[in-house]
T-cell receptor, first 114, second 111 residues
Framework: GAGVSQSPRYKVAKRGQDVALRCDPI?????LFWYQQALGQGPEFLTY????????KSGLPSDRFFAERPEGSVSTLKIQRTQQEDSAVYLC????????????FGEGSRLTVL | SQELEQSPQSLIVQEGKNLTINCTSS?????LYWYKQKYGEGLIFLMM?????EEKSHEKITAKLDEKKQQSSLHITASQPSHAGIYLC???????????FGAGTTVTVRA
């Protein structure tokens, strides 16, 4: 696609529900990142994929968070048993190289946990 | 990120006036990226600086990198309403694939 596409743009979940957020990166981009952005803060790193390999998941807040990119393109961030503190915007970004270069961000998925 | 401090946190500027935003790192900068974000939207890439003393300009926006001071500044000349938004600096402070971000500077341009 022309840009990084994320869905859903908005998600409201009741505490305890599971949610899945999808990211469709720019075609051919090797690297894919997930970031979490709390209100009024900058994005915080969650996890990094190089093709289908998850090379770094050090930023995932708990074992309730899980990310995958099985075929090296589309990625899904799954949050199990959502809590109110999970409310944030989840941003996906991709780049064409395996080193840090210009990142292309999607518009984000805003999660609100009630 | 506590490793990147942006200042000011917010500013209001009269249309046509200049403004400057600063980003200071507590660690060595291997690369510095400026992004703009509108509320509820993703980040739009503005500029990337990688070498000490580097300066880049695009339209009315200029960014500079002072490697020794571990600092970057973003300067907007003759601000317009389209410049309103949240400006975020992101930095490579580990010489790897991760970007650390500042908390952002909210810019309001008054007509």
């Amino acid at each position: 696609g022309a840009g990084v596409s994320q869905s859903p743009r908005y998600k409201v979940a009741k505490r305890g529900q599971d949610v899945a957020l999808r990211c469709d990166p720019i075609s051919g981009h090797v690297s894919l990142f997930w970031y979490q952005q709390a209100l009024g803060q900058g994005p915080e790193f969650l996890t990094y994929f190089q093709n289908e390999a998850q090379l770094d998941k050090s930023g995932l807040p708990s074992d309730r968070f899980f990310a995958e990119r099985p075929e090296g393109s589309v990625s899904t961030l799954k949050i199990q048993r959502t809590q109110q503190e999970d409310s944030a915007v989840y941003l996906c970004a991709s780049s064409f190289r395996d080193r840090l270069v210009k990142l292309f961000f999607g518009e984000g998925s805003r999660l609100t946990v009630l | 990120s506590q490793e990147l401090e942006q200042s000011p946190q917010s500013l209001i500027v009269q249309e046509g006036k200049n403004l400057t935003i600063n980003c200071t790192s507590s660690k060595t900068l291997y690369g510095l990226y400026w992004y703009k974000q509108k509320y509820g939207e993703g980040l739009i890439f503005l500029m990337m600086l990688q070498k000490g003393g580097e300066e880049k300009s695009h339209e009315k926006i200029t960014a500079k990198l002072d490697e020794k001071k571990q600092q970057s500044s973003l300067h907007i000349t003759a601000s317009q309403p389209s410049h309103a938004g949240i400006y975020l600096c992101g930095a490579d402070i580990r010489n790897d694939y991760k970007l650390s971000f500042g908390a952002g500077t909210t810019v309001t341009v008054r007509a």
